[in-house]
């Protein structure tokens, strides 16, 4: 399939219950969206690498038991991540939850896509980019930006809620997500 670029004009994330899974739909035009079904494994997946940058405060009880049990955080590292926390919750204010998602009469593919593998591009630090791997061979890609990322953060944790997911993992766990990290260099190189 021919890959194209299309900036997403609202986004909605669900718990189908029938399918125990959660429902993306991307509006990326009056006239189309891209709907992808996302599992737990994934949904954790995209959390985890999301949060990281969104900083959501995620309590204590959705953690497990591993996590309450390590108190190795420094009172510097907590009051950093304290004031992460803030700049998130006061960040999301300024997003729009409240207006309905408007349903599009197609999709770009005919059914809804089922994502089987996330992978992630950070570019000097910065996340830029996240690809949804789709059964069938197909693959969304979305440019992410700070509020893209604080949005589906923010979906996530609420969506995980109805299906009664826990989708904040131990710091300990091994992650199973594909991640490319480039540096570009800051000044410009020449070529003789």
């Known amino acids: 399939m021919q890959s194209q670029t299309q900036s997403i004009q609202q986004i909605n994330l669900a718990y189908d219950s029938h399918q125990d899974r959660l429902l993306l739909k991307a509006a ?3 006239d189309q969206e891209i709907r992808v079904w996302i599992t737990y494994r994934i949904a954790r997946q995209i959390f985890t690498v999301l949060n990281r940058e969104a900083h959501l405060p995620v309590s204590a009880a959705g953690l497990g038991s591993a996590a309450l049990l390590d108190n190795t955080q420094s009172p510097a590292e907590a009051t950093r991540q304290f004031e992460q926390e803030a700049e998130a919750v006061q960040d999301l204010e300024a997003l729009d939850f409240e207006t309905a998602y408007q349903q599009r009469p197609s999709s770009i593919s005919e059914q809804e896509l089922l994502a089987v593998e996330t992978r992630f591009v950070s570019i000097n630090d910065q996340l830029n980019n996240m690809q949804l791997a789709c059964a069938g061979g197909m693959n969304v890609n979305m440019g992410l930006n700070k509020e893209l990322v604080l949005a589906i953060s923010r ?7 109805d299906a009664g997911w826990v989708l904040a993992a131990a710091e300990k766990e091994p992650e199973a997500v594909s991640s490319i990290v480039m540096q570009v260099p800051a000044e410009k190189q020449v070529l003789h």
């Open 28 to 30: 990326v035009s009056n």
């Open 155 to 161: 979906m996530l944790l609420i969506a995980s809620k």
